[in-house]
C-alpha cells in the first residue's frame, strides 16, 4: 500500500457517483491545484531567498575572508572576529545549557510528582520558550553585565578573581613597568629604587616580535620632566611617576571579573537564557519517546530510580536529546538581538582569548553590513550570510547524522 | 507475601528491597542528593521568569515615577527624543507592532494551514520527503537573513510592484508591509509544521468514515479533519503571532523609524522591539527617561507575549481533554 | 633562531634597543619603534567622525600591529557619556563639547585634551527624484524643521513648488550632527519638530531619502559624498546670499555657511600617558589631513594642526568652548582654539 491513510477510499466511491458529486469533486480538484501553486510559491520564495544570496555573495567568499578582520574597505573585509566570537559564545552557551536544561526536562519527566506546582513549572517553560530574545538580552544586560550594580561599575571590577593586580608605568624607553599594587585605583608609592618589571621581547628572524609572558625585575629611577632624560628601562619621568597610566591585572584563561561587563561570558550566558526552554522541551519529547516498558523492566530488576535513568533511559534518549540540542544551538548562533542590547562595539579587531574579552557575532557584523547603504557592503552582508548558512547547514548535518547512526529499535 | 496485583514493577521493587543491603541504603541517600539537584535545575526556569519579572517591572515602575500610566496607555503619540515635551503614548509603537504582524498573519496563517492540510492529507510520500526539509531549512534560518531579505529584495520589488499597479511612488526606502511580509516567511514553518502535527493526530477512523460515506479529500479536510484538530490549529496559530510580535532583527532593519499610527502597510512604522533596539544601539546611560521608557515597552511586550502563551496552552489543554 | 634580548641589563638593553629601532617605522615624535607598541585604545562617538577614526586606525594598525583599537558610534552625546564614565580613551565629536558634559567629566575625575581634527560641512539631501529644489535658504529650512508653523509639503516651504508631502530623516539626539544643526536652526528660541524619522545610523538616512521623492535629511559631507548616486545635496544660501554647495573649497574658505563646522576627537589626560595613545593621536594629527580628504571632508590648516600638537605635548586640559564661568563660546575655530 503506497498511501496508509485513505486506502483507496476516494476511488472506490468515485466509480459509482452521481452527477452531484461532481462539484464536490471539481472543489477537490481545485483545492488540490491551489494547494500545489501554493507549495510551489514556498519554495519559490526560499529559492530565491537563497539565490539572490548565493548571487550577491559567492563571489566574496574567498579565503582571507576568513582571516581578515572588519574593515572600512569592502575588498579587505573579513569575519574572523566574528566567526570566533560566535564559536566562544555558543560553546558557553552550550557548556551551561545543556547539563540545566536535560537535568530539568529528566526531572520534570521522570522524578517530578503530579501536582499543581510541576504544572505551574510546566506552563512557565512553555511561556519562556514564548519570549521574545530582546527582553532576554535584557536581563542578560542586567544579571549578567551589569549585575545590578552589586559590584561596581563594568569599568572597575569589584571582585576580580584569579589576577594579579598591577600598577603601570611608562619608562623614558616608552616601555609599561608593572609595580605591584594592592588595590585598584591606590597609586603605590614611587621612589627612587623600586622594583618593577619589564617584559622581555623576543624578535623572529623574519623581523616580527614577540611579547613573551615573562618579565623581568628592573630597579626604578624617578628623574625629572626633561626633553634631555637618559632613556633607559627604569627611568621613569617625574610626571608619569606621580599616577600610575594604567591598572593590569595579569590574567590568566581562567580569570574572572564582577560584574561580567561585555564580555564572551556574558554573551554566553544570555544566549544561554534564550535556549534554555527550547533544551527543555525537547529534551522532554525525546524522554517521553523512550518506551515506558524498558523503565519498568529496569525498575523491576531493581533498579532506584535514578539508576533507571542514568542507566536505561537517558541513553535510550540520547539520540533524539543530542539532536534536539543541536538545533538549539543553531538557534543560539543566528541570534543577534541579544547581543545587541548587551552592547557590542562595531570595530573589533581581536579574537577573544579569555573569558572575559570582548566579542562580536556572526548575526551582529551581517546585521552592520546590511544596514550600510554600499553596495559592496551588501555583497560582503550575502557572504557573511554563506558563511553562517553554512555553519547552521553543519549543525543541522550533524543532528541528522546522530539520528541515524545511533537510532536503535527501542522496543 | 502480599499480593498487590495492581503494581507488579513497584511489588517486585519491594521485594527486591526486602533484602537490602547496607550499599543499597548508601545509593538511596545519593539518589535523594540527585533529586534535589535536579529539582533545583528545574526551579532555574522559576528562577529566570521571576527574575525577568522583577526586572521589567522595577524599572517600568521607576519610568511611571517620571511619566503618567494614563499617558502612556492612551497615548496616540510617541517622541521621546524630540519635540517640545517628550510625548509616551505608547500605541503607534503597538500599532506598528500590530500592523506588521497583521501583515505576516495575512500571508502566513492561510498558507500554512493549506500546506499542512496539503501535506497531511493530500500529498504523496516523495513529496512530503522533499517539502519538509525545506520547512525545516525554513525555519532554522536566523532573522538576520530574513532582514537582508525585506531590506533588498522585498521592499524594492513593492517598491516596482506599486509604481506598476499605481503609478505612485508607495512604498519609501522602509515599510510595514516589506517587514511583514518576511515575517511571515520566518513564521510559516511554525504554522506548518504544528498544524500538520495536529492534523495527523486526529484519528484515523474519523477520516475513513467520511471517506466512507462518500466525501472527497476536500471535503474530509474541511468538515472532519480541520475541525478536529481545530485546537492544535489554534495553537500554532496563537505561537505563530507571539514569535511575530516578539521579532526584532527584521523590523529593525526594514520597517522604519518613525513612530506613526497608521493602518497602510506601505508606510514606515516603528515596532517596540524596533524601538527597543534604538534605545540600546545608542547608548546606556541608565538615568534618562527615554531609557526607562524602553523597559515600560519591553515589559508591555513580555504581557502580551504571557497572555498569547497562556491563551495557547489553555486552548491545547482543552484540546486535549476532549480526545480523551 | 630567535634573538633574545636580555632586559637585566638596562644600559647595555637600552643601546641594543635603539639600534632596530632605527630600521624599523619610528614614530617622529620619539623616534621609537612603532612595532613595540602595545595596547588598548578604546574609542566612542559621533557616527560623522567615525569614517576618519576608522580610516586613521586602519593605518595605524598596519605600523604598530600590536595596539589593538575598537572603535564605536554611539553618537558624539553617547560617546562623551561613555567618556566621562572612564569607559573609552578616546572621544569622537562632531561639535566642541558642552559645558556640562565638561562638568560631568571633572566630577569623575576625567581630565581631557581636545583636539580638532577636520572640517565638515554639514550637508542637507534630496532625493535624486526631487527635481524642484535648487537651493534652500535658512529661513526656509526652519520652516521645515522647527515646530512653529511646520510645513507638511514641499509647497508650503515655497509656493512654487509642488504639494508633495514631506518625509523629514534626522539623526538622532545623541548625535553631533543633529546638535549642531540644531544650533544653527533653531538658535535658542526654535524647538525641532518631533515628526521626523529618526535614526543614529546615517546609512538608515540615506536609505530613507533615496527611495522618497518628497524626503530630505541632513548629515556630513562624507556621507553625502559616498552616497552622491542616492541622494543630492542641496545648496544653501549663505550670508552673502549666494547659494553655495558643499565642496572642499567652500567648506575651506568658510563660503558654505552656516552649515561648516569643525569635528574633534578628544582625548583622556590619563590614556595620554600611554604611548601608545600618544603615538596614534600624533599618527592622526598626520594623517588627519589625507584621511579626512579619503573620506569627503576637509583638513585644517596647518598652524591649527600644531596648535593641536601643542596641546598634546604640554598636556593643556579643558576645552577652549567652555569659560570658566562655565559658559559656552561661540566662534570660528581659529579664533577659538589658541
Known amino acids: ?411 | 507475601m502480599t499480593a498487590a496485583p495492581h503494581d507488579p514493577a513497584g511489588e517486585l521493587f519491594e521485594l527486591a528491597n526486602r533484602g537490602r543491603s547496607r550499599s543499597r541504603r548508601r545509593r538511596d541517600g545519593g539518589e535523594a542528593i540527585i533529586k534535589v539537584v535536579l529539582a533545583g535545575c528545574a526551579a532555574f526556569s522559576v528562577l529566570i521568569t521571576a527574575l525577568i519579572i522583577a526586572i521589567l517591572a522595577y524599572e517600568a515602575a521607576r519610568f511611571f515615577m517620571d511619566v503618567s500610566v494614563v499617558e502612556f496607555l492612551t497615548g496616540t503619540e510617541w517622541s521621546p527624543l524630540l519635540g517640545e515635551e517628550k510625548r509616551f503614548g505608547v500605541w503607534p509603537l503597538v500599532a506598528g507592532t500590530l500592523l506588521v504582524t497583521l501583515v505576516a498573519a495575512i500571508f502566513a496563517l492561510p498558507t500554512g494551514l493549506v500546506t499542512a492540510v496539503f501535506l497531511s492529507e493530500y500529498a504523496p510520500a516523495w513529496l512530503r520527503a522533499i517539502l519538509k526539509p525545506v520547512l525545516e531549512v525554513l525555519a532554522g534560518i536566523p532573522t538576520v537573513v530574513y532582514g537582508f531579505f525585506a531590506l533588498l529584495v522585498i521592499n524594492p520589488s513593492l517598491q516596482w510592484v506599486a509604481k506598476v499597479f499605481t503609478g505612485e511612488e508607495l512604498f519609501g526606502s522602509y515599510s510595514a508591509g516589506a517587514a511583514g511580509i518576511a515575517v511571515g516567511i520566518m513564521i510559516l514553518p511554525i504554522v506548518t509544521s504544528l498544524s500538520e502535527d495536529a492534523l495527523r493526530s486526529v484519528p484515523r477512523g474519523l477520516r475513513d468514515g467520511a471517506y466512507a460515506l462518500g466525501s472527497t479529500r476536500f471535503d474530509t479536510s474541511v468538515r472532519v479533519v480541520i475541525p478536529g484538530a481545530l485546537g492544535g490549529i489554534m495553537a500554532s496559530y496563537l505561537l505563530a503571532i507571539t514569535r511575530a510580535i516578539g521579532e526584532t532583527m527584521i523590523v529593525a532593519l526594514a520597517a522604519g523609524g518613525l513612530a506613526q499610527l497608521t493602518v497602510l502597510p506601505w508606510r514606515q512604522v516603528q515596532t517596540m522591539t524596533a524601538y527597543m533596539v534604538q534605545i540600546f544601539l545608542g547608548d546606556a546611560p541608565a538615568t534618562g527617561v527615554e531609557f526607562k521608557s524602553s523597559f515600560a515597552v519591553a515589559a508591555l511586550l513580555f504581557l502580551m507575549t504571557l497572555l498569547l502563551t497562556l491563551a495557547g496552552y489553555r486552548i491545547l489543554a482543552r484540546f486535549r481533554e476532549e480526545y480523551e | 633562531m630567535p634573538l633574545r634580548l636580555r632586559t637585566n641589563r638596562p644600559l647595555l638593553a637600552g643601546l641594543l634597543i635603539l639600534l632596530p629601532a632605527a630600521a624599523g617605522l619610528a614614530d617622529p615624535a620619539s623616534g621609537q619603534d612603532l612595532r613595540r607598541l602595545r595596547g588598548k585604545i578604546a574609542i566612542d562617538g559621533s557616527s560623522t567622525v567615525y569614517p576618519i577614526t576608522e580610516a586613521v586606525a586602519e593605518a595605524f594598525k598596519d605600523a604598530a600591529p600590536n595596539v589593538n583599537i575598537t572603535v564605536g558610534v554611539s553618537g558624539t552625546g553617547g560617546g562623551f557619556k561613555r567618556f566621562a564614565a572612564n569607559e573609552t580613551d578616546i572621544s569622537d565629536a562632531s561639535r566642541p563639547i558642552k559645558a556640562d558634559e565638561s562638568e560631568m567629566c571633572d566630577e569623575s575625575g576625567v581630565g581631557f585634551l581636545e583636539i580638532p581634527v577636520a572640517y565638515d560641512g554639514l550637508t542637507i539631501v534630496v532625493s535624486h527624484s526631487n527635481d524642484w529644489v535648487e537651493n534652500l535658504t535658512v529661513d526656509e529650512l526652519k520652516r521645515i524643521f522647527l515646530t512653529d508653523d511646520p510645513a507638511t509639503t514641499w509647497q508650503d516651504v515655497r509656493s512654487t513648488w509642488p504639494a508633495t508631502p514631506l518625509k523629514i530623516y534626522s539623526p538622532g539626539t545623541d548625535s553631533g550632527t543633529f546638535d549642531y544643526f540644531k544650533e544653527v536652526v533653531a538658535g535658542k528660541t526654535g524647538t525641532i519638530r518631533s515628526d521626523m524619522s529618526v535614526s543614529e545610523d546615517d546609512n538608515v538616512l540615506v536609505r530613507g531619502v533615496a527611495g522618497d521623492a518628497g524626503a530630505i535629511g541632513f548629515f556630513g559631507v562624507a556621507y553625502y559624498l559616498a552616497n552622491q548616486d542616492n541622494v543630492r545635496a542641496v545648496p544653501i544660501v549663505n550670508k552673502d546670499g549666494k547659494a553655495v554647495s558643499p565642496t572642499p573649497e567652500t567648506i575651506e574658505n568658510g563660503t558654505y555657511n552656516p552649515f561648516s563646522r569643525p569635528l574633534f576627537i578628544y582625548v583622556k589626560t590619563k590614556s595620554s600617558r600611554k604611548p601608545h595613545v600618544r603615538a596614534f593621536v600624533n599618527f592622526y594629527l598626520d594623517r588627519a589631513p589625507k584621511a579626512a580628504a579619503e573620506v569627503g571632508y576637509v583638513g585644517l590648516p596647518a598652524d591649527l594642526y600644531d596648535r593641536a600638537r601643542a596641546t598634546v605635548k604640554d598636556r593643556r586640559e579643558g576645552s577652549r568652548y567652555v569659560d570658566e564661568s562655565g559658559h559656552a563660546k561661540h566662534g570660528s575655530l581659529r579664533e577659538i582654539y589658541r
Open chain 1, 1 to 411: 500500500m503506497s498511501d496508509e491513510r485513505t486506502p483507496n477510499l476516494p476511488e472506490l466511491v468515485e466509480r459509482g457517483e452521481p452527477r452531484s458529486q461532481s462539484r464536490r469533486r471539481a472543489f477537490d480538484r481545485g483545492f488540490l491545484i491551489t494547494c500545489l501553486a501554493i507549495t510551489a510559491i514556498a519554495v519559490l520564495a526560499l529559492g530565491v531567498l537563497l539565490g539572490s544570496i548565493l548571487i550577491e555573495g559567492l563571489p566574496g567568499l574567498r579565503w582571507s575572508f576568513f582571516t581578515e578582520y572588519a574593515s572600512r574597505d569592502p575588498a579587505k573585509a573579513g569575519i574572523r572576529a566574528p566567526l570566533w566570537g560566535s564559536i566562544w559564545v555558543a560553546s558557553i552557551c552550550a557548556i551551561v545549557a545543556l547539563p540545566i536544561g536535560i537535568a530539568t526536562a529528566v526531572w520534570l519527566e521522570e522524578f517530578a510528582p503530579k501536582n499543581r506546582i510541576t504544572g505551574f513549572i510546566r506552563l512557565n517553560i512553555s511561556n519562556l520558550a514564548g519570549v521574545p530574545s530582546i527582553v532576554y538580552g535584557i536581563l542578560g544586560l542586567t544579571l549578567f553585565v551589569r549585575m545590578f550594580g552589586l559590584f561596581g561599575p563594568i569599568q572597575a571590577p569589584e571582585l576580580e578573581i584569579g589576577g594579579r593586580l598591577y600598577a603601570i608605568y611608562y619608562d623614558t624607553m616608552q616601555e609599561p613597568i608593572r609595580v605591584p599594587a594592592a588595590e585598584r585605583g591606590v597609586a603605590p608609592e614611587l621612589k627612587t629604587g623600586d622594583i618593577g618589571y619589564v617584559q622581555e621581547i623576543e624578535e623572529t628572524p623574519d623581523g616580527d616580535l614577540i611579547f613573551t609572558d615573562r618579565w623581568t625585575p628592573v630597579t626604578l629611577t624617578i628623574v625629572p620632566e626633561d626633553a634631555d632624560a637618559p632613556e633607559g628601562y627604569g627611568i621613569i619621568e617625574a610626571w608619569q611617576a606621580e599616577e600610575p597610566a594604567d591598572f593590569e591585572i595579569e590574567r590568566p584563561w581562567y580569570y574572572v571579573q564582577f560584574p561580567f561587563g561585555q564580555s564572551v561570558l556574558a554573551g554566553g550566558l544570555t544566549l544561554m537564557l534564550v535556549v534554555l526552554p527550547i533544551v527543555i522541551i525537547s529534551s522532554q519529547e525525546a524522554l517521553r519517546a523512550v518506551p515506558g516498558s524498558l523503565r519498568t523492566g529496569s525498575l523491576a530488576m531493581g533498579a532506584t530510580k535514578w539508576q533507571t535513568t542514568r542507566k536505561v533511559t537517558l541513553p535510550a534518549s540520547i539520540p533524539m536529546i543530542m539532536t534536539g540540542s543541536i538545533l538549539a544551538m543553531s538557534r543560539a548562533i543566528g541570534e543577534a538581538a541579544p547581543i545587541l542590547v548587551l552592547g557590542v562595539a562595531l570595530f573589533i579587531t581581536d579574537t577573544p582569548s579569555s573569558l572575559m574579552d570582548s566579542f562580536t557575532v556572526l548575526p551582529m557584523q551581517i546585521y552592520n553590513w546590511t544596514s550600510r547603504w554600499q553596495e559592496d557592503f551588501r555583497a560582503l552582508a550575502a557572504t557573511g550570510i554563506i558563511v553562517l548558512l553554512m555553519v547552521l547547514l553543519a549543525f543541522n548535518a550533524i543532528a541528522v547524522l546522530i539520528r541515524q547512526k545511533l537510532q536503535r529499535p527501542l522496543s
